[in-house]
């Protein structure tokens, strides 16, 4: 069964530094998404992605996250300048028809 | 603003009961209402998806109603099991978007 794979599942690192996590969503999905989910709390939604552009956005989104589709296959979240509560588990998922979100495992980020 | 309120107790049954899980949301009308399932460290699945103009969706031993008047969703699993364990989440669609925004999820507990 096709799934979404996402890299690293476990990233460390320190407080300022930059970090790309990456997705490879399933082959013929349209709908990109990053949501996050801090320990203990609610998934929450970062950003959507369609047609090489970004849809939709949340106040979480701000100017220190990026995304990019730089080949057909992978769909990334750069965080520019990581901070202690950026410590999160992302969560990259795809989607057909936006009615059936199809989530990776997650990365973990661990912000020292 | 919007909110999503799920029971944030555990919900502790016997297998073989059925279980109901509730969702209430306010200040906004979804079109669409989503249900995930999650384990520990692991992405969301997705279970069902019901809309304003359906009273009750079925899928083997889930089910799962939506009342736009009241707010609310009732998901229920019936026959339940030990694998049922896990965090239940609810997304309604936020109003105009088709970004499923998830409540903090209610944690349901089948023991053997």
């Known amino acids: 069964e096709p799934e979404v794979t996402q890299t690293p599942s476990h990233q460390v690192t320190q407080m300022g530094q930059e970090v790309i996590l990456r997705c490879v969503p399933i082959?013929?999905?349209?709908?990109f998404y990053w949501y996050r989910q801090i320990l203990g709390q609610k998934v929450e939604f970062l950003v959507s992605?369609?047609?090489?552009?970004?849809?939709?956005k949340s106040e979480i989104f701000d100017d220190q996250f990026s995304v990019e589709r730089p080949d057909g296959s992978n769909f990334t979240l750069k965080i520019r300048s990581t901070k202690l509560e950026d410590s999160a588990m992302y969560f990259c998922?795809?989607?057909?028809?936006?009615?059936?979100?199809?989530f990776g495992e997650g990365s973990r980020l661990t912000v020292l | 603003s919007q909110k999503i309120e799920q029971n944030s107790e555990a919900l502790n049954i016997q297998e073989g009961k059925t279980a109901t899980l509730t969702c209430n949301y306010t200040?906004?009308?979804?079109?669409?209402l989503q249900w995930y399932r999650q384990d520990p460290g692991r992405g969301p699945v997705f279970l069902l998806l019901?809309?304003?103009?359906?009273k009750e969706k079925r899928k083997e031993r889930l089910k799962v109603t939506f009342d736009t008047t009241l707010k609310q969703s009732l998901f229920h699993i019936t026959a339940s099991q030990p694998a049922d364990s896990a965090t239940y989440l609810c997304?309604?669609?936020?109003?105009?978007?088709?970004?499923?925004?998830f409540g903090r999820g209610t944690s349901l507990i089948v023991h053997p």
């Open positions: 997304a309604p669609w936020s109003g105009g978007s088709y970004i499923p925004t």
């Open positions: 992605f369609y047609n090489n552009e970004i849809s939709e």
């Open positions: 998922a795809s989607s057909g028809d936006r009615a059936e979100l199809f």
């Open positions: 200040n906004y009308s979804p079109a669409y």
């Open positions: 019901i809309r304003e103009n359906e």
């Open positions: 082959s013929n999905h349209l709908y």
